[in-house]
Nanobody, 118 residues
C-alpha cells in the first residue's frame, strides 16, 4: 500500500509560480521511488486527464509539450516527496493536479486545485 498526499495548490495570477508537493508513504517500502515510477497528471473541467510530467525509477524525466520549459518535476528520495515546480503559469494550466505512483500496481493522491486567473 502506498499513500500519496498532494499539497501546494492555490490561486495565482498568470505568469506566477507554484510548487506542488506529493508526500509518499508506505507500510511496505522505505524508498518508494526505487519501486514506483512517479507522475503528475491534471484534470481540467471538460477535458481529458493529461499526463503532465513523469520521473522514472532510474530518474528519467518527461514533460508534456504543453508545459515544456515552464514546469519541472523532481523528487527527494530521502523524504519520499515528489515535486512539480510550475513557472510562467497560464490560465489553461487551471486544473486539479494529481500525484500518481505506478509499477505493477497504481496509486493516486486526492488531488490539489490549481487556479490561474487575473
Amino acid at each position: 500500500q502506498v499513500q500519496l498526499v498532494e499539497s501546494g495548490g492555490g490561486r495565482v495570477q498568470p505568469g506566477g509560480s507554484l510548487r506542488l508537493s506529493c508526500a509518499a508513504s508506505s507500510t511496505i517500502f522505505e524508498s518508494i521511488f526505487v519501486v514506483y515510477n512517479m507522475n503528475w497528471y491534471r484534470k481540467a473541467p471538460g477535458k481529458d486527464r493529461e499526463l503532465v510530467a513523469s520521473i522514472t525509477r532510474s530518474g528519467n524525466l518527461n514533460l508534456a509539450d504543453s508545459v515544456w520549459g515552464r514546469f519541472t518535476i523532481s523528487r527527494d528520495n530521502a523524504a519520499n516527496t515528489l515535486y512539480l515546480q510550475m513557472n510562467f503559469l497560464k490560465p489553461e494550466d487551471t486544473a486539479v493536479y494529481y500525484c500518481n505512483a505506478k509499477a505493477r500496481d497504481e496509486y493516486w493522491g486526492q488531488g490539489t486545485q490549481v487556479t490561474v486567473s487575473p
